[in-house]
């Protein structure tokens, strides 16, 4: 998709006024929920919320392509358990990390629409740690048999 003018020499893919940080955690979080689900707004809403969560986490880690479900399952637990876990992290981050406008934007949220989208993200990380689970169960079943 290009932006611009006609005739103004002023186009732009959407990707330019991205980040390559931002991007890639949303492919990242695009690849753990899409499959799982139908896209609607509250999907939409937790996979930016995951994005951010990469992007927040990656600071420590420094590795954006390794994504800790457990790190971040505590990390969007405790933004469920603090209802001004994200504002707090929106003011302490610089306005221009990746994360902030996520944090931002969800931050300034009405309640129950926060709550709502980190709801579904903990549902989603839950699923995807049961199937996790399971292969490992199936792996641990395979490796007795030989």
Same mark, same amino acid.
């Given at each position: 998709?290009?932006?611009? #003018?006609?005739?103004?020499?002023?186009?732009?893919?959407?990707?330019?006024? +991205?980040?390559?940080?931002?991007? #890639?955690? !949303?492919?990242?979080? *695009?690849?753990?929920?899409?499959?799982?689900? %139908? $896209?609607?707004? =509250?999907?939409?809403?937790?996979? @930016?919320?995951?994005?951010?969560?990469?992007?927040?986490?990656?600071?420590?880690?420094? &590795?954006? $392509?390794?994504? &800790? +479900?457990?790190?971040? %399952?505590?990390?969007? /637990? #405790?933004?469920?358990? @603090?209802?001004?876990?994200?504002?707090?992290?929106?003011? +302490? +981050?610089?306005? &221009?990390?990746?994360?902030?406008? !996520?944090?931002?934007?969800?931050?300034?949220?009405?309640?129950?629409?926060?709550?709502?989208?980190? @709801?579904?993200?903990? %549902? !989603?990380? &839950?699923? /995807?740690?049961? *199937?996790?689970? @399971?292969?490992?169960? #199936?792996?641990?079943?395979? =490796?007795?048999?030989?």
């Amino acid at each position: 998709m290009f932006l611009g #003018q006609p005739g103004k020499g002023t186009k732009h893919r959407i990707g330019d006024w +991205l980040s390559k940080e931002l991007m #890639q955690a !949303i492919s990242i979080a *695009q690849t753990v929920i899409k499959p799982k689900e %139908r $896209y609607d707004f =509250w999907i939409e809403s937790a996979t @930016n919320l995951l994005a951010g969560s990469i992007l927040y986490l990656n600071q420590r880690h420094g &590795d954006l $392509y390794y994504l &800790d +479900l457990e790190k971040v %399952r505590e990390f969007v /637990q #405790q933004a469920k358990e @603090n209802d001004n876990y994200l504002l707090e992290l929106s003011e +302490l +981050l610089k306005k &221009d990390h990746p994360a902030y406008q !996520i944090f931002s934007v969800l931050a300034l949220s009405v309640k129950e629409t926060r709550q709502c989208t980190i @709801n579904t993200l903990l %549902r !989603i990380l &839950d699923e /995807q740690q049961k *199937q996790h689970d @399971n292969l490992e169960k #199936q792996r641990d079943y395979f =490796w007795f048999q030989y």
